[in-house]
Each structure stands twice: as C-alpha cells, then as structure tokens.
C-alpha cells in the first residue's frame, strides 16, 4: 500500500505503463536523515515494477548524475518520461553545483532509451537542453529551473514543457511559478513568460499537465511552504488558467497522474515519514502511497476520493484491532473515533493514543494527551468519514473525499470506537493485506511498537 526500496527513502517520481501493462516507478531516493543533503543524496533513481500501483518490487538503480564537468554532475532531480518512436525520452533536472550564496544551479538535459521499461537510458549531449531565460526567471540566488513536464502541444505538432521557476518580476518569497517552453523536436526549446505565477507562493513544484476527456486541462502544482498540491484547469494549455484550490492535503506531495488498471484515472503522490520511526522524529523524505481516484467534474474543483481498486487488498469487517485497517463511521454532532490506546500498562489501558474528530466542518486527528497531529477545516460539515491506517500512516476521507494526513507512531492497536453525545460506539474495520508483510528493513512499513 506504501512503498519505499529497501534501506532508501523516496522523493519526487514518475511513472511509467509498458504495452503489457506493467507499471515502472522511477524516483529519487536517499538515506533516512534529518540532515538531507540534495546535493550529495539525491544522485540517483530507483525503479520498481508493478502490475496494480499497489504492490512494487525493487529493481534497483536505474539513472545516475553525470561526469565531472557537465550540468548534472552534481545531483539529479525530477523526471519526466514520454514516448519517443518505440522507446522513450526523459526530461530531468540535473544540478551543475552552487552559487556563490549556496543556491544549487539548476538546468533540464534530455536522455533516450530504446525501451519502455525505465532503463537504457543514454544521455543526450553533454549539456542541457533548456534552462531559465533571466528576462522573466531568477538565473542565479535563488533561481528554480527543475521538475520538466512534457506533453504534447494542443495548438501544433509540437511538444510544450512546464516547469518550475522563479518569477524574476516578483519578490523572492513569492515568487513560485510555472515556467513553460515549446519544441518541434524535443531537443530544441524556447521560453516563454510564466505560464501561471500565482504571486503568493514561495515554490510551485513538480508541476504536471493532464489532458482531460473534453480536451480540455488540468495542473497540478505542489506548494513548498503547505508541502501539499493545489489544481489549476484551463480550456488549453496556454489558458487562461483558473486556480482551484488545494487537491491534496498537507503531507501529500509530488503527484502523478496515471491510467490505473480498471482504466479510471488516479493520482499517486508521496508521504514523508519521520526520523527514526518515532513522533518526535523530524520529517524526512518518505514513501509512494497507494492511488486515489481523480475527480474532475465540469462545475466545481478536482478532489480525490477513495480508489475502489484498493477494495481488493481489504478483509472482512470484523471489530477486532488490527494496526492497518479501513474504517467508516457516521458523523452527528461532535465525533470522536479512537483507533489505538496507549495501553503500557492497566493504568494506561483506555488513554487514547491515536483520535480522529470532526465537528461540523471542522477535521482533525490527536496523538496522546489530545495534541494535535493534523487539522483541516472542510468546506462543508461531514456526514461521514473513511479513516485508513497503514503503520504510521493515517488518511482520512470526509464524504469520500481526501482530506486530511498524518503520522502516528504512538499507541497500540484497539477496537476501534466512536463517542458522540457522551455515548461509545464501536466501529467494524476491514483489515489491510500488505502486499509485503515479512520486510522488515527501515522503508518498510512500521510494523507498531515493539512487544515490551
């Protein structure tokens, strides 16, 4: 349900789908740190495979920074993969070092494979193949030219790729944007002014475009200062665009866009983990989570909601307590569902270490002692709510939209139980199969707290 390779965390990604329908999985990935160095981490992709979005295998390293010397030879950042004649192209960020201030210098090279399958990569050059025009993007302090999405053009034979800049009109710690650029042959590009440069966003990352069923468009921007993803639609590509609002939650990053195996259309995205496994461990780079459905109705903004394709991985309801479970529950007035106690001793047996509430359009999920771990405010009050906890990991869903997310690594598993207007309910749950339950290395999913 969540992945990571053994040993190694997972950052930005993209995903592939061969003719067989097998899935590929290409992501930066690193140690688990509190001290995350990009530069000296982040130097490499990992691949894995699957047949669902649910279940990956590892394959190992597929892409690395270049030679001394040349504009990726310090890091390599966010891809994005198309086809090109039976193969592939990829767009990636390479990092060629440091400003003077300690910036990195960012630029987009180009690489080809003659298969689908994330490997046999070869680059293009020794250079990029486009990089920020400093008439309208920050060229060097604080400069953003990474994260390539390419599609095709709506307007000619052509390609267009966004990607993520920095505003030169605007002050730094605003200056987020979608820069964009057009080619006839993927090799050579030109610039243009910021497609959307909203004016109240300090980073506006791993931008994706998706062409929706009336031709019409759909972006996708991860916000740096919230670390979650806002929408973005427009009749075609060059807009204009109108701003939608959050679609992912705080702690949800990086999205993906991708035809699941039923052939609806879902997101994938990341979610950190903390250092050490532990609630007052500092976030870190984290995991792959499972799909979620995309919705995009025609009168009102995107939202995700639960992917029926997970159902598969569930068991029967049943009220015993399992750590990784999917649970609904009712919502009227003032709720409460306690999903695991503290239980260290007798004493202890009944102190909520894991809560999720809701009162009206107000959302939250407490850790002990009720400290807030999450919190949203929805646009509408709840009538019911889909919790699901995977390890750490808790979403919860309001009126089958995603909502909310965050860590928890206290307590241990108990019935799960409701109490409203001072009465305790209890809640059936339908267990989560892992797709693999004997890892027991550091990006596997946390198993709970150790027997005492």
Same mark, same amino acid.
């Given at each position: 349900?969540?992945?990571?390779?053994?040993?190694?965390?997972?950052?930005?990604?993209?995903?592939?789908?061969?003719?067989?329908?097998?899935?590929?999985?290409?992501?930066?990935?690193?140690?688990?740190?509190?001290?995350?160095?990009?530069?000296?981490?982040?130097?490499?992709?990992?691949? !894995? /495979? *699957?047949? =669902? %979005?649910? $279940? &990956?295998?590892?394959?190992?390293?597929?892409?690395?920074? #270049?030679?001394?010397?040349?504009?990726?030879?310090?890091?390599?950042?966010?891809?994005?993969?198309?086809?090109?004649?039976?193969?592939?192209?990829?767009?990636?960020?390479?990092?060629?070092?440091?400003?003077?201030?300690?910036?990195?210098?960012?630029?987009?090279?180009?690489?080809?494979?003659?298969?689908?399958?994330?490997?046999?990569?070869?680059?293009?050059?020794?250079?990029?193949?486009?990089?920020?025009?400093?008439?309208?993007?920050?060229?060097?302090?604080?400069?953003?030219?990474?994260?390539?999405?390419?599609?095709?053009?709506?307007?000619?034979?052509?390609?267009?790729?966004?990607?993520?800049?920095?505003?030169?009109?605007?002050?730094?710690?605003?200056?987020?944007?979608?820069?964009? !650029? /057009? *080619?006839? =042959? %993927?090799? $050579? &590009?030109?610039?243009?002014?910021?497609?959307?440069?909203? #004016?109240?966003?300090?980073?506006?990352?791993?931008?994706?475009?998706?062409?929706?069923?009336?031709?019409?468009?759909?972006?996708?921007?991860?916000?740096?200062?919230?670390?979650?993803?806002?929408?973005?639609?427009?009749?075609?590509?060059?807009?204009?665009?109108?701003?939608?609002?959050?679609?992912?939650?705080?702690?949800?990053?990086?999205?993906?866009?991708?035809?699941?195996?039923?052939?609806?259309?879902?997101?994938?995205?990341?979610?950190?983990?903390?250092?050490?496994?532990?609630?007052?461990?500092?976030?870190?780079?984290?995991?792959?989570?499972?799909?979620?459905?995309?919705?995009?109705?025609?009168?009102?903004?995107?939202?995700?909601?639960?992917?029926?394709?997970?159902?598969?991985?569930?068991?029967?309801?049943?009220?015993?307590?399992?750590?990784?479970?999917?649970?609904?529950?009712?919502?009227?007035?003032?709720?409460?569902?306690?999903?695991?106690?503290?239980?260290?001793?007798?004493?202890?047996?009944?102190?909520?270490?894991?809560?999720?509430?809701?009162?009206?359009?107000?959302?939250?999920?407490?850790?002990?002692?009720?400290?807030?771990?999450?919190?949203?405010?929805?646009?509408?009050?709840?009538?019911?709510?889909?919790?699901?906890?995977?390890?750490?990991?808790?979403?919860?869903?309001?009126?089958?939209?995603?909502?909310?997310?965050?860590?928890?690594?206290?307590?241990?598993?108990?019935?799960?139980?409701?109490?409203?207007?001072?009465?305790?309910?209890?809640?059936?749950?339908?267990?989560?199969?892992?797709?693999?339950?004997?890892?027991?290395?550091?990006?596997?999913?946390?198993?709970?707290?150790?027997?005492?």
């Amino acid at each position: 349900m969540r992945y990571a390779p053994p040993g190694l965390c997972v950052n930005d990604f993209d995903l592939l789908r061969d003719a067989e329908g097998t899935y590929t999985v290409l992501h930066l990935q690193g140690p688990w740190t509190t001290e995350f160095d990009h530069l000296r981490m982040e130097t490499s992709y990992g691949r !894995a /495979t *699957s047949a =669902d %979005l649910v $279940h &990956w295998e590892p394959q190992g390293t597929a892409f690395g920074n #270049g030679l001394p010397g040349r504009f990726d030879q310090q890091a390599v950042w966010t891809m994005h993969i198309v086809p090109h004649g039976a193969g592939t192209a990829m767009f990636y960020t390479g990092v060629s070092g440091l400003t003077p201030g300690g910036w990195p210098l960012q630029s987009v090279g180009l690489a080809y494979s003659d298969r689908t399958d994330g490997t046999g990569w070869r680059r293009h050059g020794t250079g990029p193949v486009v990089e920020a025009d400093a008439r309208w993007y920050r060229t060097g302090e604080r400069m953003g030219w990474r994260d390539p999405f390419v599609v095709r053009d709506d307007e000619s034979e052509g390609w267009v790729m966004v990607v993520c800049a920095a505003d030169a009109s605007l002050p730094v710690e605003v200056s987020g944007c979608v820069a964009w !650029a /057009t *080619s006839d =042959d %993927l090799e $050579h &590009w030109t610039v243009h002014p910021p497609l959307i440069s909203p #004016g109240d966003i300090d980073e506006l990352e791993c931008p994706v475009l998706e062409r929706l069923d009336d031709g019409s468009w759909l972006l996708l921007g991860s916000i740096g200062a919230t670390r979650g993803f806002e929408a973005w639609t427009a009749p075609r590509l060059r807009g204009p665009w109108t701003r939608r609002g959050p679609l992912g939650p705080t702690g949800s990053y990086a999205p993906r866009v991708i035809a699941a195996p039923d052939g609806s259309r879902v997101v994938l995205h990341t979610t950190p983990r903390r250092v050490g496994l532990t609630d007052t461990g500092d976030r870190c780079r984290g995991m792959l989570a499972q799909p979620k459905s995309l919705v995009v109705p025609q009168d009102s903004a995107p939202r995700l909601e639960w992917w029926p394709g997970l159902d598969h991985w569930l068991g029967e309801e049943t009220y015993d307590a399992p750590l990784h479970a999917v649970g609904d529950v009712g919502i009227s007035g003032r709720t409460e569902i306690t999903l695991r106690t503290l239980a260290s001793d007798a004493s202890d047996a009944d102190r909520p270490a894991l809560t999720v509430g809701c009162d009206g359009k107000n959302l939250w999920v407490t850790g002990p002692d009720g400290d807030r771990l999450g919190e949203t405010l929805l646009p509408e009050p709840a009538a019911s709510l889909r919790i699901l906890t995977i390890g750490e990991y808790v979403e919860v869903y309001a009126d089958g939209v995603f909502a909310l997310t965050t860590l928890c690594y206290s307590g241990r598993p108990a019935p799960w139980a409701a109490y409203a207007e001072g009465l305790r309910h209890p809640v059936s749950v339908r267990p989560v199969r892992l797709p693999d339950p004997h890892r027991d290395d550091a990006s596997a999913v946390w198993p709970g707290p150790s027997p005492r």
